[in-house]
């Protein structure tokens, strides 16, 4: 059931295809994802194999609710190629930007180098909750 779920399928067509209720194959479902550890807690003891060499970016995407599009503000480790963690903000500002490298660091991403464009609220940010970063 829950890979139909993950998969998109609707809970009406999961309960009609298991044959139980549709809150039935939702309890089911929910109670299965509770017992999956949190994102956070799955990167906090992968720590240990990322590369600690961030290349960041943001990207403007739609988000249903509001009428312009939003920054999308995330880092991929050069090596592992994996997103330790990504936030929606308000705007590439230098509070925006301090508020992700804070959530990194709860994290306990091995920062040692920085890749990032010419904002330079991301390089001012990130030497603020990371002062020893080695940027390039």
Request: charged share 25%; glycine share 4%; with cysteine.
């Amino acid at each position: 059931m829950t890979l139909d779920h993950l998969d998109g399928m609707p809970l009406r067509k999961i309960a009609d295809r298991y044959k139980v209720s549709i809150s039935s194959a939702f309890s089911k479902v929910r109670s299965y994802l509770d017992k999956l550890p949190n994102c956070a807690d799955v990167t906090r003891k992968y720590c240990s194999r990322f590369s600690g060499i961030l290349v960041v970016d943001g990207k403007f995407v739609c988000v249903r609710g509001y009428e312009k599009k939003i920054p999308t503000f995330y880092g991929i480790d050069y090596l592992s190629h994996d997103i330790p963690t990504f936030k929606l903000m308000p705007s590439e500002n230098y509070e925006a930007c301090v508020n992700y490298f804070k959530s990194l660091r709860l994290l306990n991403y091995p920062l040692r180098a920085l890749v990032a464009d010419d904002n330079i609220n991301i390089r001012i940010a990130c030497l603020a909750v990371y002062p020893k970063v080695w940027k390039m």
